[in-house]
């Protein structure tokens, strides 16, 4: 893989000091173009392409097969003037009933895994979060092990900074690389990310993630590697709802207890709005039981703010990511 070599600005933005893309690679498709070739399609839904299951259409859809190809649909964006969402594994997401306006890339295509020296392992930005979680393990490297139960790719954990067991990709990664606002290929260190608990500046920023770099530890035997990484698994299956379509988490913990306890707390376990439900599992889960609109799901979850705040004066905070319209 080559990266252009990259020299980040006092205000964290970045330049590359040499474009990784030829002249002929510059002739992007606009408009009609675009849409002839195949690429980007109108009114996909979206409901099958999330974890939750529900959700509207797309006004616009493409699901890029290359880097290249990823450039092209963003620059075509860019030229009709309207926005883009990306959607990776479609994990962690709650897309609205009336669908979402604009253009949606779906990043699944964009895969591929290269072992690196030292412990060093890269990976495209649609590459699932399990995949690299086995790849490392079959390799003896640890560093990895707890992210084998996360259901997303890893440019969307990269973004949210997602974790488990008391770590999270901050610790491990070395590089993102990304295509910036100008479309123009970079790469940023943790430093330049400002990095949180469920957080990164990518978060609030135009840029496209591609890719990322982890280091790990190697020279470990890969059957105990491997032996840990299940662990982790059976603990997560054990403890957690994964035999109905949810979006992982719901809210971040907050410092004083975990999230899933104050729901539990108020009462909410199990409750039910149309054909959606707090987990009796884990409160913490909200679960599509019975072909639920993405309007019940955003009910229970304002349901349990409310609930949780006015018994504790704490207001749980969505890890959800929410998109598109709804009405309170």
Wanted: aromatic share 6%; proline share 6%.
């Amino acid at each position: 893989m080559t990266t252009a070599p990259v020299v980040p600005q006092r205000d964290g933005s970045c330049e590359s000091e040499a474009a990784s893309l030829t002249a002929e690679d510059r002739l992007l498709p606009r408009g009609p173009a675009a849409l002839l070739s195949g690429r980007i399609q109108s009114g996909i839904p979206l409901a099958p392409l999330t974890t939750f299951r529900v959700g509207g259409k797309a006004e616009w859809y493409c699901e890029p097969r290359s880097h290249l190809e990823l450039q092209q649909c963003l620059a075509w964006a860019r030229a009709e003037g309207i926005p883009t969402t990306l959607l990776g594994a479609g994990s962690n997401l709650l897309i609205s009933d009336a669908g979402l306006k604009g253009l949606v890339i779906g990043t699944r295509r964009l895969r591929g895994i290269q072992l690196l020296e030292g412990g060093r392992i890269w990976a495209a930005a649609g590459e699932p979060l399990v995949n690299l979680a086995r790849a490392a393990a079959r390799q003896g490297w640890s560093g990895l092990e707890w992210a084998i139960g996360i259901p997303g790719t890893l440019g969307g954990a990269v973004v949210m900074n997602a974790g488990a067991h008391g770590r999270a990709m901050a610790d491990v990664l070395v590089e993102v690389q990304i295509l910036d606002e100008e479309q123009e290929p970079c790469r940023l260190e943790p430093a330049d990310l400002q990095f949180g608990y469920r957080r990164s500046r990518l978060q609030d920023s135009p840029w496209t993630v591609t890719g990322a770099t982890l280091q790990l530890i190697p020279s470990r035997d890969p059957s105990q590697v491997q032996w840990e990484t299940q662990r982790y698994l059976n603990q997560r299956l054990s403890s957690q709802p994964y035999h109905l379509p949810s979006c992982g988490s719901v809210f971040r913990n907050p410092e004083s207890h975990p999230a899933g306890w104050l729901i539990e707390q108020v009462g909410l376990k199990g409750y039910r709005i149309g054909g959606a439900q707090i987990s009796e599992r884990h409160a913490n889960f909200i679960l599509n039981c019975h072909q639920a609109s993405a309007k019940d799901i955003y009910r229970l979850i304002r349901l349990a703010q409310e609930k949780v705040y006015q018994q504790w004066s704490v207001l749980l905070e969505p890890e959800v990511r929410i998109l598109g319209s709804f009405e309170d």
